[in-house]
């Protein structure tokens, strides 16, 4: 596990052992979170509780 392309190609990045995949594994999740939680922040249910949010707010006064 400590050569080959897999280990040239990221081997800085995650570490040359048997560990490095799981150091993958949690690089990858985070990065589907980024991705979901974005796309989420985009989404018209959002939009609309954001709304919702501030009208009580506003509603509540200072």
Do not use: C, E, K, N
């Not at 150091?23 to 959002?46: H, K, P």
């Amino acid at each position: 596990m400590a050569h080959g392309a897999g280990a040239m190609a990221i081997g800085d990045w995650f570490g040359r052992g048997p560990d490095r995949g799981i150091a993958l594994v949690f690089t990858v999740a985070g990065m589907i979170g980024v991705i979901v939680t974005l796309m989420a922040f985009g989404s018209s249910a959002y939009r609309r509780l954001s709304a919702a949010y501030a009208q009580g707010q506003a509603a509540a006064g200072p």
